[in-house]
């Protein structure tokens, strides 16, 4: 059974960083076409922050986090990452963690916590 769980949020100051953790149970990252960052915030619309390709390892960033955040993974350890660095209060949301299969199949961590507050 396929498993997500986010790990890393919690409350920073603004300009502050954190990084969120995503290990990744019960498939390997070669079933995977891509592993994605995602936040919503409360009343808004799930959005995407970053996007890593299995395949090459391309990298992709909302404009509103490009040059802040950073996605990474160890393929050893099932897990992504994201580093967020500058952190304003905009940011504060939950983030999850998202798996999309090379067969357009979708899968959903359970999100954790980020909150930017002084």
């Known amino acids: 059974q396929v498993q997500l769980v986010e790990s890393g949020g919690g409350l920073v100051q603004p300009g502050g960083s954190l990084r969120l953790s995503c290990e990744a149970s019960g498939f390997t990252f070669s079933s995977s076409y891509a592993m994605s960052w995602y936040r919503q915030a409360p009343g808004k619309e799930r959005e995407l922050v970053a996007r890593?390709?299995?395949?090459?390892?391309?990298?992709n960033y909302a404009d509103f986090v490009k040059g802040r955040f950073t996605i990474s993974r160890d393929n050893a350890k099932n897990t992504v990452y994201l580093q967020m660095n500058s952190l304003k209060p905009e940011d504060t949301a939950v983030y999850y963690c998202?798996?999309?299969?090379?067969?357009?199949?979708?899968?959903w961590g359970q999100g954790t916590q980020v909150t930017v507050s002084s």
């Open positions: 890593l390709i299995t395949d090459g390892g391309s990298t």
């Open positions: 998202n798996l999309l299969t090379t067969w357009r199949r979708a899968y």
